[in-house]
């Protein structure tokens, strides 16, 4: 056997290995007692697990097949290309994927891109790269916190937003690459970014309650809610469906709002405080999480579940909450705390009507 032969059984073997390690590893923590005494020192779902998921996840043809097929987000990133990136620059596209985005700043006439995924999709972009021509893309397989350059780039060029946008570790990522290879005064596309997190009426025939606050033809699960379930991941759920979500109780507001330009870690807030006043009255079954890019004044990408223009691939998150009724005028003083923004299992969430501010009325998940 050849030794190229030998190297790729090597390159394939420690792949499978690691799917298999990261795959256990997973299993583990959704089973949180399991994963309490086999790693009780560790943080349930560690930087090292994160990568691991997203390097298997975005392997995956599918995946890319709904990011490319999903034309919003495609002419939101063509259309701030054009604008922003010229002949000459030198760019780095983070997670790049199958290239295209690193192709269509090529095509702008950059000088030199750097293609950065981790995944064994890249073996695929290289592929693609050639098939179609495309100069002065250098493809580089490893994670964006090991890459270095001889001399600072003009552009960070990324689409690092997961479904709650912090999910895929898009601040961390940025900001290291920002302060370590974008030169002073250089550009990130995007940068402008806001956070929604609105409660919401599912339609009915749609909403599926807590299981204690069913009654099923006359048989009563209420003595159920004194077990709830301690997994985090049950309190939400993911959906792209426009048709899940009736209404918004109050007119939707960023409940937080950055430029990953100037953005610092210790920018960050883990304690959100906003308030809603109610415009549409009824049943509130959750929050939906949602997100906004915005590249110039005129020139931007959501995921809101009521935008008809959504970009489609992304989910919004909903956070599950007790079903409370509001009458118009209330004000819902919302509190959404977190341990890690990239891990929604450490989020917290509770509401307060302020109209009637007795404690039986506060909610905490």
């Not at 590893?25 to 399991?34: C, F």
């Not at 570790?169 to 997190?197: E, H, Q, T, W």
């Not at 009654?215 to 939400?236: K, N």
């Not at 990239?342 to 998940?365: F, H, Y």
Request: glycine content about 6%; aromatic content about 10%; proline content about 5%.
């Amino acid at each position: 056997m050849s030794s190229r032969s030998l190297q790729r059984l090597s390159t394939r073997g420690f792949s499978a290995f690691r799917r298999l390690r990261a795959g256990l590893r997973r299993w583990i923590q959704r089973r949180p007692k399991l994963a309490a005494w086999i790693y009780p020192d560790e943080d349930r779902w560690s930087e090292e697990d994160r990568r691991d998921y997203n390097g298997q996840m975005f392997a995956n043809f599918h995946e890319h097949e709904r990011m490319l097929s999903d034309r919003p987000r495609m002419d939101f990133y063509h259309a701030a290309i054009s604008r922003h990136i010229q002949p000459g620059d030198r760019v780095v596209d983070l997670g790049t994927g199958t290239g295209i985005l690193a192709a269509l700043a090529a095509r702008r006439g950059a000088a030199h891109v750097y293609a950065i995924d981790h995944s064994e999709i890249l073996t695929h972009a290289r592929t693609l790269a050639a098939a179609n021509r495309v100069e002065r893309v250098e493809f580089v397989a490893m994670h964006s916190s090991a890459f270095t350059v001889d001399r600072c780039v003009d552009v960070i060029l990324h689409e690092q937003m997961g479904d709650c946008l912090f999910d895929e570790s898009m601040v961390a990522n940025i900001i290291d690459l920002r302060d370590r290879v974008l030169k002073p005064g250089g550009l990130i596309l995007p940068s402008l970014f806001d956070f929604y997190c609105e409660p919401i009426k599912i339609r009915d025939g749609r909403v599926v309650p807590f299981i204690w606050e069913l009654t099923v033809q006359g048989y009563e699960y209420a003595c159920l809610e004194r077990h709830r379930p301690q997994d985090m991941s049950y309190y939400h759920l993911t959906s792209t469906d426009r048709s899940l979500v009736e209404h918004f109780l109050g007119d939707p507001e960023p409940a937080l709002s950055f430029d990953l330009q100037t953005i610092t870690d210790a920018d960050l807030p883990l304690d959100l405080n906003f308030t809603r006043t109610v415009i549409h009255p009824g049943r509130m079954d959750g929050y939906a999480v949602y997100f906004r890019a915005r590249v110039d004044r005129d020139l931007e990408l959501g995921s809101s579940p009521l935008d008809p223009g959504r970009a489609p691939h992304w989910g919004f998150r909903v956070l599950r909450t007790d079903r409370r009724s509001y009458e118009r005028g209330d004000r819902i003083d919302i509190r959404l705390q977190v341990g890690r923004w990239a891990d929604l299992n450490s989020w917290r969430w509770s509401q307060m009507k302020r109209s009637e501010p007795k404690p039986g009325l506060a909610e905490k998940v």
